[in-house]
């Protein structure tokens, strides 16, 4: 897979990224809003990056590496990951990219990919409701705020993407409706 913005080039992880990830996820002030808030070894990131690469020939449901256009460093990730019949769409940068508008350009572009070129449907996006740029970024995107969660002392807050769970309930409405008329 390969998404070009004005900044960003949006594309399939390979092997050779799993250094640069891990200094991404090795940093705390990254990892201090993910679940349990601990840096990622490198071992750790180069499990997570071949279940990457095996999900990605498998269902292309992924994580997309997001690379700086002009100098093609690894700046971080945007993409999907299928959780049971759902869809969670997140993000994950480095620090010193932080505040440059690079989520929100890559996260329109990957949703856009997910929606009309995956067809996915049911996705959603989580974030600490701390985590004030993340929860920008959800907006921006046309999420709503569906439910809170205590998630081990800390307030996640759920959204849905209202546009592709519309399709998603015409599609369940179009199952439902097959399953009745025979």
């Known amino acids: 897979m390969r998404l070009s913005t004005d900044r960003l080039i949006i594309r399939s992880f390979t092997r050779d990224d799993i250094r640069d990830y ?7 002030r990254v990892t201090r809003y993910l679940s349990n808030s601990v840096p990622h070894t490198l071992e750790e990131s180069s499990a997570y990056i071949e279940k990457i690469l095996n999900d990605e020939k498998e269902s292309g ?24 019949e759902s869809v969670d769409f997140g993000w994950r940068y480095g620090f010193s990219h932080w505040g440059r508008g690079y989520g929100t350009e890559a996260a329109i ?3 856009e990919y997910g929606i009309k070129v995956l067809k996915l449907t049911n996705i959603f996006s989580v974030a600490m409701a701390e985590n004030i740029a993340s929860v920008k970024i959800i907006q921006k995107l046309g999420y709503q705020e569906h439910e809170l969660v205590d998630f081990e002392g800390k307030t996640i807050v759920k959204y849905f993407n209202l546009r592709a769970n519309r399709r ?9 409706d097959s399953r009745g008329s025979v």
């Open 22 to 28: 891990a200094a991404i996820v090795g940093d705390p």
């Open 168 to 176: 998603h309930e015409q599609c369940r409405k179009r199952k439902d």
């Open 109 to 111: 572009a990957v949703l």
């Open 61 to 84: 449901v992924v994580r997309y590496a997001v690379t700086l256009k002009e100098s093609s460093e690894l700046i971080g990730f945007c993409g999907f990951k299928q959780i049971g």
